[in-house]
């Protein structure tokens, strides 16, 4: 069972890994929690706490985390916005590039490595804004797969086919950022529902723990005059 969990949590992880774009978005994103939308506690740590609920058409399900990360929102948004480094500091990633900028939006390709399963790749289109606030600057991001634009799937790499979530970062005070995470994705290959829901947990886990980690490193604090300005259409 050990390797389903790990592809799982591979999938997981992956959604997040490329977050930088063009202004698009029209609809407003809430870090809110509503019981009516059918949320339901999953898990919960000092770190961060981890709601789910029924996705329509499968046995998969979609996750909202909320955990607060020890740094202003520009420099978390600057770690996300990395993408070009994951392999470095992500669990489990090979390979993150950008392919192109596209209108509105940009698109990049990512290979994920679990070493005990296949490996999983996707494409990704991602749009970005940000907006002033009486506490600093929050930061949405919103992605969806888009493997037409990418790469053609190879032989022995499994393609997911869906990946679809959000970054929403807010801040919390002059060092202190609310970040939360929302995802839906496939597997790729045939895992059981039950394994790969339980497994999601364990990966956004491991995904906050890598922010948190990251935004120690002064690099994104001294190189964020750019960042601190909101985006523009």
């Known amino acids: 069972m050990i390797a389903p969990m790990f592809c799982r949590v591979l999938s997981g992880l992956g959604s997040i890994l490329l977050v930088s774009g063009s202004n698009m978005f029209g609809a407003e994103f809430s870090s809110s929690i509503d019981p009516k939308e059918g949320w339901k506690l999953s898990a919960e740590t000092k ?3 981890i709601y789910s609920r029924p996705h329509a058409d499968s046995r998969l399900k979609e996750f909202k985390a909320i955990g607060f990360v020890g740094a202003p929102s520009y420099v978390v948004h600057a770690v996300i916005d990395d993408f070009e480094n994951y392999p470095k500091f992500m669990p489990y990633t090979l390979e993150c590039r950008l392919l192109k900028r ?8 990512q290979r994920l490595s679990p070493k005990i399963c296949e490996d999983r790749d996707y494409t990704l289109r991602v749009w970005k804004k940000s907006w002033p606030g009486p506490k600093g600057l929050t930061y949405l991001s919103q992605w969806e797969a888009a493997n037409e634009l990418g790469p053609a799937e190879q ?13 929403l970062l807010e801040p919390g005070g002059p060092a202190k950022t609310r970040a939360t995470y929302s995802i839906y994705s496939d597997t790729g290959g045939s895992i059981p529902a039950f394994i790969a829901n339980h497994a999601s947990l364990t990966a956004i886990k491991k995904l ?14 001294t190189a964020t005059a750019a960042l601190s300005a909101p985006a523009r259409p």
């Open 47 to 49: 770190e961060v706490i």
């Open 208 to 221: 906050y723990a890598a922010i948190r980690n990251q935004v120690k490193d002064p690099k994104y604090a």
């Open 102 to 109: 596209q209108g509105d939006s940009m698109i990049g390709y």
């Open 155 to 167: 032989k022995d790499i499994v393609r997911i086919k869906v990946c679809n979530g959000t970054w």
